[in-house]
Nanobody, 123 residues
């Protein structure tokens, strides 16, 4: 069982930046960031393959967010720039129990989830 712990959330004005981190208690394979806005379903934000060679972003964050991983530190990151009020949500880190070829945005493929960190962007 792998434990995931997110950090780095907070409140920022539109146009600002935040960097989220997700510390894993053990080895992880494919990982991703997902978010849930108030009254909405959880949606994918960005995913990264085992080894970090492949990434994939939601259209709404493409060009503004960057996902990366440091496997030496068992840590996943999400650099968020040019934040917008519509980015306000609880952000969750997720990890797969075993390697998945390429990348996947299917939430059901990720067995491990963090508790989430709140990101609030004001206009």
């Amino acid at each position: 069982q792998v434990q995931l712990a997110e950090s780095g959330g907070g409140s920022v004005q539109a146009g600002g930046s935040l960097r989220l981190s997700c510390a894993a208690s053990g080895r992880t394979f494919n990982m991703g960031w997902f978010r849930r806005a108030p009254g909405e379903e959880r949606e994918f934000v960005a995913v990264i393959s085992w080894g970090g060679g492949n990434t994939y972003y939601a259209d709404s964050v493409k060009g503004r967010f960057t996902i990366s991983r440091d496997d030496g530190k068992n840590t996943l990151y999400l650099q968020m720039n040019s934040l917008k009020p519509e980015d306000t949500a609880v952000y969750y880190c997720a990890a797969a129990k075993s390697a998945i070829a390429g990348v996947t945005v299917d939430l059901n493929r990720y067995e491990y989830w963090g508790q989430g960190t709140q990101v609030t962007v004001s206009s």
